[in-house]
Each structure stands twice: as structure tokens, then as C-alpha cells.
């Protein structure tokens, strides 16, 4: 496989491409006729800033004239090259033996762990839709809705209160018992009882574990993550709301934090 770094430097410019073997000796003829002037790379946003403008302009001299102005802007010859590639949909000649991209399974499963489904109904969506994007994209939209509402569990705690705390839980639970578990959470656990999520409660713990029984962030049969050791530090319910509570994003975050230090 031919493989085509993209790199930055310090000065914030992205190389788009690999140099072809004669790149440096254009470079030599093109600086001796210029005078041996300065050339600067192309900027990666002004290319991107070029492409949008192109994509949203109908105009056939629109077009010309907006590739004209990127054309002037790009001092580099080999560059230029590289940029008409790209104009045709091509990071190289039609004749150069290119093989670009990953295998259509690896990138379901990417999908699938990003957005907490399964690889199975990632190919379900694909089957119907046809594209990988437009199923990262609805799998986003679904997860950005789905995020907001739906509770997943991350420990069981025991410790952490007076017996006189403990006895006021039941005070705090009345009207919240349901004899189900509610439509909005997710849990691998049956519970002696089960509670209407609207309690919210501070909880301090030695560190995040993977755990196979716990939703939190669970993929399949991915394991999800785990408070260990953990302790109940206070109730929250006068200042948070339960939408307002640690998303699974903010644990995974601390999870992968923890790891360096």
C-alpha cells in the first residue's frame, strides 16, 4: 500500500501530500527562473476555504474564477499538481496503483463503540442507507438526543453514610418506587427496588474500572466502566438536576486521565 503522510509543521501549515522523486529538481529550475524567491506551502485551510466556495457556487465562471485565484495563490509547482488531483475527486494520477481507506468492518466498529451500539445494527443502518457517514451521522443525532434522557449505571454503593442517613433514603424515595424498571434506564442489575431517576447524589471513589456488569459506556460485549470503591458523599438534588449529572463521556475522559497520570 502506498502510504501518504500528512504532517504539520510549527508554523501551523499542513503538508497535504508525499514530494514525487523529481519535486526538487522543479523546485531548483522554478527558483533560478524566479529569482530563487521564497516559496510557502499552501495553507490547508485556505485549500478548504477554496473547496466550500466552490461547493456552494453554480456559476461556471464563478468556478473559474474562484480556481484562478487558487491557482495564483499556490507557489509551489508540485503543489499544484497535488490540488487539480484533488479537484478530480484523486490524490494521484489514474494511472498510480492507490489503495486508500480501511476495511468497512473496522470502521462500523469505530462507529459502533463512538456512539454505544452494536456493530450489528450499524450494518442495519447501513444496509438501509447506504453510506457510513449517513449512519455516523444519524447514530450522532440518535446519541445527542438518547445522552440527555437515558441513565446507565456505573456502581452499587454501600458506604459512605450515618445509619440516620441511611434511614432518611426512604423518606427521599416516597413517590419515586415503581414496581419496573423505568423506560429510561439502562441496567444490567435488578435492584431490590427500583426508583424513578430523580435522586442526584455526589459519589467519591478510588478510581474507574472496566466492568462487564455496569451499561456505562458499554459496547456490545465491550465491558463498560466502573467506580471502585465508592462512597457516597452527599445528596444534590436541591442544586442539580438529574440530566445534569457525570455523562458517559465525562467518564470515559476521566477514565483515559487517570491512565497518565
Known amino acids: 500500500m502506498h502510504r501518504l503522510p500528512i504532517h504539520t509543521s510549527s508554523s501551523g501549515r499542513l503538508g497535504l501530500f508525499e514530494n514525487r522523486c523529481t519535486s526538487d529538481e522543479r523546485h531548483q529550475a522554478v527558483n533560478q527562473l524566479d529569482g530563487k524567491k521564497e516559496e510557502h506551502p499552501l495553507e490547508f485551510a485556505r485549500l478548504a476555504h477554496s473547496f466550500e466556495k466552490l461547493e456552494q457556487t453554480s456559476s461556471r465562471l464563478a468556478l473559474i474564477a474562484i480556481l484562478a485565484e487558487l491557482f495564483r495563490s499556490i507557489e509551489r509547482p508540485d503543489e499544484i499538481e497535488k490540488v487539480c488531483y484533488l479537484l478530480q475527486g484523486r490524490v494521484a494520477p489514474f494511472f498510480e496503483a492507490l489503495e486508500l481507506g480501511m476495511a468497512e468492518k473496522t470502521v462500523a466498529r469505530s462507529i459502533a463503540i463512538a456512539y454505544h451500539t452494536t456493530p450489528e445494527q450499524v450494518f442495519t443502518l447501513y444496509s438501509a442507507l447506504g453510506d457510513l457517514g449517513l449512519v455516523a451521522e444519524q447514530l450522532s443525532k440518535e446519541a445527542a438526543s438518547v445522552s440527555r434522557d437515558l441513565f446507565v449505571t456505573v456502581s452499587k454503593i454501600g458506604t459512605g453514610l450515618t445509619d440516620e442517613e441511611w434511614r432518611s433514603i426512604r423518606e427521599r424515595t416516597k413517590g419515586l418506587v415503581v414496581d419496573h424498571k423505568p423506560a429510561r434506564v ?76
Open 186 to 261: 439502562s441496567s444490567l442489575i435488578e435492584p431490590g427496588v427500583w426508583l424513578e431517576p430523580k435522586i442526584v447524589v455526589e459519589v467519591l471513589a478510588d478510581e474507574i474500572t472496566r466492568s462487564p456488569i455496569h451499561t456505562a459506556g458499554k459496547v456490545g460485549d465491550e465491558p463498560g466502566y466502573a467506580l471502585r470503591f465508592p462512597r457516597l458523599v452527599a445528596f444534590r438534588e436541591k442544586d442539580k438536576r438529574p440530566e445534569d449529572a457525570t455523562t458517559v463521556e465525562e467518564l470515559i475522559e476521566m477514565y483515559q486521565r487517570q491512565g497518565k497520570k
